[in-house]
């Protein structure tokens, strides 16, 4: 596991630089989704979500499920080589007992992949019935929604320090809005409260999802995480792409083009989803969050790359102070009430789960 290499390698004072730079790598594979998309709708006319999502949701599943699959072949076969000689398995109660949690925490993960996928469903939608200026600035409410519900259900403490990398960030994404709103007439264009209201709920689904995601990271490995997800997710989102993209699919003329920019999206996604967990046990939710501000910066370097977009005058002052407020955030630890961080369970390099105290936590 990745958490296990940087154990031994990255002493603790230093794991908030891999957090920073970790932090926006995902942030990159959002704006390649984000781009792959755009691309998809502006050269070729194709408009797919739900069937993009239902892709990656579904690789999750598989390549995870066969990873965790093949754990338990080899945890199996390990049980039973000491069970021929004699030994007795000292961790025989601790895997009956994991076997029961995992198997009473479906709804955990039922719960979770309904939020991650309505919160992306909402998100499209409140863009088409908002005014981008309204979704921005009502999308802003999910990193303090995220350190509410952090304080409420994961026991977080937040420190000056925190509240000073969340206000950096915060006042970044400022700027980044009115640079947008100064440089477009069209911005406050198509208004509607029913949109504000659905964008509103979208970064409270996103919240949810996140700090959701944040718990059930600490509590399973990844690969049982990911590939539970990645199953409920396909499911939920499978239905919606049949019944709502089944025509759309039918009537696309496929090409070599279409199909990369597809596939571009997919794996990008499934890049984030696959590192956001090393993310989530390094930091917290409220950092994911602050992280993936920057991916409007990208999104910019991306349009002035291959769209021929100019540079507004406050975004690289925008983009630096979000970088700062997420440098500030993580220069502080991060600390969850101890009834919580008691019960964390990592992946060791063996095979085989342990329990981990306050001190042994990142």
Known sequence: MVLDWVDRTIPQKKRWILSVCLGQVLSLCITATSSASSALWQHHSVSIPFTQNFCNYLLLAIVYGVFKTSIKRDQDQDRERDQEHGHENEDEHEHEHELEQHSVGGWKFLGYSFADVQANVLAVLAFKSTSVLSALILSSWTLPCIMLLSIAFLGARYNLTHFAGVFLCLAGLGMLIWSDVAGQQGSTDNHSWIGDIVCLLSA???????????????????????????????????????????????????????????????????????????????????????????????????????????????????????????????????????????????????????????????
């Open 204 to 362: 409270t689904l996103y919240a949810v999802s996140n700090v959701t995601e944040e718990y059930l990271v600490v509590h399973y490995p990844a690969q049982e995480f990911l590939s539970r997800a990645g199953f409920w997710g396909s499911i939920i989102c499978g239905f919606q792409a049949f019944y709502y993209e089944h025509e759309k699919l039918v009537s696309i003329e496929w090409t070599w083009t279409i199909a990369g920019l597809v596939g571009v999206y997919v794996f990008c996604l499934f890049s984030m989803y696959s590192l956001a967990p090393t993310l989530y046990r390094l930091s917290s939710a409220t950092f994911m969050s602050m992280s993936l501000m920057t991916s409007n910066f990208y999104s910019l370097v991306a349009g002035l790359v291959f769209l021929g977009a100019k540079m507004p005058s406050f975004y690289p002052l925008a983009y630096a102070l979000v970088l700062c407020g997420v440098t500030t955030y993580n220069m502080s630890p991060y600390i969850s009430s101890d009834s919580v961080l008691e019960e964390q369970i990592i992946k060791t390099s063996g095979g085989s789960y342990r329990s981990i105290s306050p001190s042994e936590s990142v």
